[in-house]
């Protein structure tokens, strides 16, 4: 299961498209408000919230990272979204790829 949340709005990937995706951080960065995405996967062997630097407060488990875990923070990592300015486009390409992974 991935979801994504952007701001107050959380759904399954999915039910989101790319055209969702750009429009919710376009029209929070036109009103001048902070754009906090996160996403949540769960599946077997993966259990991980990754959130945008907006979002506040510092990550970190309980645990190390497995094998697959560090792909996906890899990724997120590759994409940028570890970054203030981050793109919707980065956003989507992360999901495209990490769904492949999964």
């Known amino acids: ?12 990937i999915e ?12 029209r929070r960065r036109a009103d001048g408000a902070v754009v906090c995405v996160q996403v949540i996967i769960r ?14 407060g510092r990550g970190g488990g309980r645990r190390l ?19 203030p300015e981050f793109t919707g486009g980065a956003v989507v390409a992360f999901l495209h790829q990490v769904r492949r992974l999964l």
């Open 65 to 83: 990272p497995n094998h697959r875990e560090k792909e996906i923070f890899n990724l997120w990592s590759a994409r940028g979204l570890d970054q």
């Open 43 to 56: 599946e077997l062997d993966i259990d991980m919230r990754l959130s945008t630097p907006s979002c506040g």
């Open 15 to 26: 039910q989101v498209d790319e055209q969702w995706i750009n429009q919710q951080i376009n």
């Open 1 to 12: 299961m991935i979801k994504i949340k952007i701001g107050s709005a959380e759904t399954t």
